[in-house]
């Protein structure tokens, strides 16, 4: 995409925006799938000055991964201390976090990794609905293909508008797009070992329909509400009535999806009596309204489309 401005200035009569390199910790690296091998132009000791260094998305297991890369942590504080700035796709964020550059800022990643990207970084104002942030200078983007509405955030900010709409359009790429929430699968976070809570989690999946309140949770577990809230939110990173009505949207989302029934009827389905609550609720989770999302993603009207 880069390239792609740097002809477009070219066509234009007009010198390249971009001077584009390719940056690692040795000369020749392995895709861990042996699909490909990289051969970066430069090796990070080499590297004198840069303005904008774009970490890739970094995938399998992180730990392993800041091992394998360690040298390139004390590399990303030096340059961004003189004054580059710095753009992470995806689960990249993570080895961006691991610098202590994100420490106090908000930034996204991947939503599928958010609760663990919230245990390893506290320190860090994780915002895992938003396709892109930006703060003193660096820039994160969360899922998959988000990265490119980063990109073209980027070359808003370095060529101008009018070249970011033109890229938009070469690459048929949503350029006011803000929101990653559409994407979220919930799928409840039940990677800790609070078995109390995960009792109480299993209760509100099979019961989404019902009325659940705090109380009742509380007391089939035998412990005190106040006790219980504090453990839930500790184990789940969500409150109690977030966690619930998270259930209920996921719910309402898959009758949206496959059933042919009217926003009503999901809406009572899952436990709502009320149009304007059950709306209010579905768009802060989701960032659209239940017809909206119903008509996105609905089976038998993609069908329509697509004939």
């Known amino acids: 995409m880069l390239s792609w401005v740097n002809e477009f200035f070219e066509q234009d009569g007009q010198d390249p925006l971009f001077h584009l390199q390719l940056v690692g910790l040795s000369g020749s690296v392995t895709q861990p799938g042996g699909f490909f091998v990289a051969h970066p132009e430069l090796l990070l000791d080499e590297v004198t000055h840069t303005d904008l260094i774009i970490l890739p998305a970094i995938h ?45 800022k908000p930034c996204s990643t991947h939503w599928q990794f958010a609760n663990e990207f919230r245990k390893l970084f506290p320190e860090t104002q994780l915002m895992d609905h938003k396709i892109l942030t930006e703060a003193e200078g660096i820039y994160t983007s969360g899922g998959a293909y988000s990265f490119t509405n980063l990109v073209i955030y980027l070359i808003e900010k370095y060529a101008g508008r009018d070249v970011a709409v033109n890229a938009a359009k070469a690459f048929m790429i949503d350029i006011d797009r803000t929101r990653q929430s559409p994407f979220i699968i919930f799928a409840g976070q039940k990677a800790h070992q609070d078995q109390v809570i995960l009792n109480a989690q299993d209760y509100i999946e099979r019961n989404f329909s ?41 719910a309402a989302k898959k009758q949206l999806e496959t059933e042919q029934k009217t926003v009503s009827e999901v809406m009572y389905d899952v436990g709502y009596n009320d149009v304007k609550a059950f709306r209010d609720v579905f768009r802060k989770i989701t960032g659209m309204s239940p017809l909206g999302y119903r008509n996105k993603y609905y089976k038998e009207i993609m069908l329509e489309r697509v004939n």
């Open 210 to 250: 019902e009325k659940i309140t705090i109380e009742e949770l509380a007391g089939m577990v035998r412990i005190g509400r106040r006790t219980f809230e504090r453990r839930f939110k500790r184990a789940t990173s969500n409150t109690v009535a977030e966690y619930i009505q998270r259930v209920k949207m996921e």
């Open 60 to 104: 399998g297991e992180f730990q392993y991964n800041l091992n394998m890369n360690a040298e390139l942590i004390p590399w990303l504080v030096k340059h961004y201390r003189k004054g580059a700035e710095i753009a992470s796709f995806c689960i990249g964020t993570f080895m961006l976090a691991a610098t202590g550059l994100l420490d106090g």
